[in-house]
Nanobody, 120 residues
């Protein structure tokens, strides 16, 4: 059974930091691209960051470049998102997703999400 379980969300003041974790199981982790996405009620889901476990390449949305860092521990099947200098506009539910292509698609594997709230 495929599982993606996010953790590490919470409430933090603007300027603070959080580290999100995604624990993956049930698929060949090394062959997949893992992504972090976020969604605010009433808005479309937004891609935040991606990492290719096959070659280590990464992608960041312009809104988080220089503040967020994605990393992967292939030995533990874990992906992390270090979020620094958080802003109120980063408030959202953050989802971990995995797919065999360049970008995880809606029909690929998704976690249940973890809430991140940044207060001003």
């Amino acid at each position: 059974e495929v599982q993606l379980v996010e953790s590490g969300g919470g409430l933090v003041q603007a300027g603070g930091s959080l580290r999100l974790s995604c624990a993956a199981s049930g698929f060949t982790f090394d062959d997949y691209t893992i992504g972090w996405f976020r969604q605010v009620p009433g808005k479309e889901r937004e891609g935040v960051s991606l990492i290719s476990n096959s070659d280590g390449s990464t992608y960041y949305a312009d809104s988080v470049k220089g503040r967020f860092t994605i990393s992967s521990d292939n030995a533990k099947n874990m992906v992390y998102l270090q979020m620094n200098n958080l802003k109120p506009e980063d408030t959202a539910v953050y989802y971990c997703a995995a797919g065999p292509g360049l970008i995880p698609l809606p029909d690929d594997y998704w976690g249940q999400g973890t809430q991140v709230t940044v207060s001003s």
